[in-house]
């Protein structure tokens, strides 16, 4: 299948999800086009089925706000054309769906029929989405779009809750290259952060207010007043002075590496000994899986989707959102109990095989495939 990729290029978990998916599709034998503003993170290395596309976006004095969505939507026009693609999937709702829905128009009027795939991943829902400024168009391009899909079954149940959703929704979980995501031995960096056999403690965010970064510094301080202890921040954005200004007040600092935002992933997950994760609200918890692959046990809130990934007990366990005492609990008892604590890494370990990339992708090119088939029955009648 010749397939067209649109998503944001950026460290969000929507732009990941979408870039892994079209590397593996690519690994099958489809074409794969990616269409973004940016060369996307994780797209790092060539590869012979693979195309990028830039959608530049020409400015004017006149604009206060250069129209991006008019610039995406004519270089799918072009992508779609000149490729000869047959299916745009788009990652996050917003605008990615309303652009291919004008995409399609544009070039339906062309004599060309293109269906378009929407994936829902969570804040395009949960928080932007739902904004009055926004919902209606959110409501109409999902319900014109040819397939939808969620992360979660919460963010499936979500969207029939805050919209008026007129179609099936399918859940397509998020899914983990096991190989990639494989705990390896790596002791000069272990040593190097943890030089006196201090336990490691890991977040990975874009710091956002939704991901709650506050409260992973709290249950850290509790675990360090505990034991020896290091955490990992790893990410950037708009909460970090606050986490740092609270490192400060808590006497945590030298404890608390700001790591930035690393492509190294797996190294990093390699050596930590607990993934902490208290979001306010997280369609699936992305990175949480990406721990579980490499052995590490989570520790996170019990908002949104995180409850389908993490089993308390099994492979982590959670706290109600803002239980900072629960979730510190949980950590210190884990970590305390080394038979306990080898138990749940095999545990978290086992449940990331259940979202192997290998059971996921091709889910979604049974969705591709009912969706141009379903396209073909509509043209012959
Ligand atoms: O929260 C992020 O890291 C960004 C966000 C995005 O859409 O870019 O991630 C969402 O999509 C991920 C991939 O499907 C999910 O694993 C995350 O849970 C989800 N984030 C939220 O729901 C807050």
């Known amino acids: 299948m010749r397939i067209g990729i649109v998503c944001y290029p950026t460290y969000g978990g929507s732009g990941v999800l979408a870039t892994e998916l079209g590397k593996a599709l690519a690994d099958k034998g489809h074409m794969v086009h990616f269409i973004t503003y940016q060369q996307p993170v994780r797209l790092n290395a060539f590869h012979a089925n693979i195309y990028y596309h830039e959608v530049q976006v020409p400015t004017y004095p006149l604009f206060d706000f250069p129209p991006y969505e008019s610039a995406l939507s ?110 390896r031995n790596l002791p000069h960096f272990r040593q190097a952060i943890a030089p006196n056999g201090e336990k490691v403690l890991l977040h990975v965010s874009n710091f956002r207010k939704v991901k709650r970064v506050p409260d992973v510094v709290k249950i850290f301080k509790q675990v360090r007043d505990a034991m020896p202890a290091k955490l990992l921040l790893v990410g950037d954005g708009p909460d970090r002075p606050t986490i740092e200004c609270l490192c400060r007040e808590l006497g945590i600092c030298e404890d608390v590496r700001f790591v930035g935002k690393q492509e190294q992933l797996e190294d990093v997950m390699s050596i930590s000994d607990l993934f902490i994760l208290p979001s306010e609200y997280e369609s699936f918890g992305l990175a949480a899986l990406e721990a579980m692959a490499s052995q590490v046990p989570v520790i996170s809130s019990n908002a949104g989707g995180l409850p389908e990934i993490n089993i308390p007990g099994v492979t982590g366990y959670m706290g109600d959102v803002g239980d900072t005492d629960t979730m510190a609990k949980h950590a210190i008892h884990l970590l305390q109990d080394e038979a306990l604590l080898a138990r749940v890494r095999h545990g978290a370990w086992e449940q990331a095989q259940r979202f192997h990339i290998d059971n996921i992708i091709p889910q979604y090119e049974a969705l591709y495939e009912q969706v141009l088939q379903n396209q073909r029955k509509a043209q012959l009648l």
């Open 74 to 183: 004519s270089t799918m026009v072009d992508v779609i054309l000149n490729q000869k693609l047959d299916l745009l999937h788009v990652h996050y709702a917003i605008p990615h769906a309303s652009t291919a829905y004008m995409a399609k128009q544009i070039v339906a009027k062309q004599g060309r029929v293109v269906p378009f795939i929407t994936t829902l991943h969570g804040t395009d829902i949960t928080l932007v989405g739902k904004d009055k400024t926004y919902a209606p168009v959110v409501t109409f391009s999902i319900n014109e779009s040819d397939a939808i899909t969620a992360v979660s079954e919460n963010l499936r149940d979500e969207t029939y809750k805050s919209f008026q959703i007129e179609k099936e929704i399918s859940v397509i979980y998020n899914f983990v290259d096991t190989q990639r995501f494989s705990r």
